[in-house]
T-cell receptor, first 115, second 113 residues
Framework: DQQVKQNSPSLSVQEGRISILNCDYT??????FLWYKKYPAEGPTFLIS?????DKNEDGRFTVFLNKSAKHLSLHIVPSQPGDSAVYFC??????????????FGTGTRLQVTL | DGGITQSPKYLFRKEGQNVTLSCEQN?????MYWYRQDPGQGLRLIYY???????QKGDIAEGYSVSREKKESFPLTVTSAQKNPTAFYLC????????????FGQGTRLTVV
């Protein structure tokens, strides 16, 4: 039962263009969504997050959009740079997990930014 | 510098042996987590702990055990009962009751030989 889905395993984008990574979820109890970036053989690093009470959050080149009615979120990277090449994981937290921030992760999208 | 340290980075184990993965944090975070990553899959939660001397099973706890005797430390033991132990293991921590942002260690690659 995959509650967080990233249906595109890979994405290739030219340097300078926009990268759009998508994520869908099924659990309506999720209240907080995060994006992580991961290089091979390293731990994920936090990129950007959004609360379910918002529909957009921006941080520099990174913007996350949330469409609650569609249970869909997306990460936009503009402009894309070669250093952005990595695997991006979408993650979600459920409301009813007490004080722990149990995160449910998607399967990841490998982004390759080409010159 | 504050952070999470996992050791060792690479670990080899013979079938039938237990092995313990170390995770230490100096971020003063209350909650700690163990995830497992397999190729083509997302991170799956093994165990988590919200406070010292307390921990709960995650989604794939079978064949694993943990302890939380100190706030800074959350070691994971992969027992011989774990059928497919070869994987990349990640430890994380969060401020309890704070934002959901989890900080991750660099991971341990466990290979059963």
């Amino acid at each position: 039962d995959q509650q967080v889905k990233q249906n595109s395993p890979s994405l290739s984008v030219q340097e300078g263009r926009i990268s759009i990574l998508n994520c869908d979820y099924t659990n309506s109890m999720f209240d907080y969504f995060l994006w992580y970036k991961k290089y091979p053989a390293e731990g994920p690093t936090f990129l950007i997050s959004i609360s379910s009470i918002k529909d957009k959050n921006e941080d520099g080149r990174f913007t996350v959009f949330l469409n609650k009615s569609a249970k869909h979120l997306s990460l936009h990277i503009v402009p894309s740079q070669p250093g952005d090449s990595a695997v991006y994981f979408c993650a979600a937290r459920s409301l009813n997990t007490g004080t722990a921030s149990k995160l449910t992760f998607g399967t990841g999208t490998r982004l390759q930014v080409t010159l | 510098d504050g952070g999470i340290t996992q050791s060792p980075k690479y670990l080899f184990r013979k079938e039938g042996q237990n092995v313990t993965l170390s995770c230490e944090q100096n971020l003063n975070h209350d909650a700690m987590y163990w995830y497992r990553q397999d190729p083509g899959q997302g991170l799956r939660l093994i165990y988590y702990s919200q406070i010292v001397n307390d921990f709960q099973k995650g989604d794939i706890a079978e064949g694993y055990s943990v302890s939380r005797e100190k706030k800074e430390s959350f070691p994971l033991t992969v027992t011989s009962a774990q059928k497919n132990p070869t994987a990349f293991y990640l430890c994380a921590s969060t401020i309890s009751g704070g934002s959901a942002e989890a900080f991750f260690g660099q991971g341990t690659r466990l290979t059963v030989v």
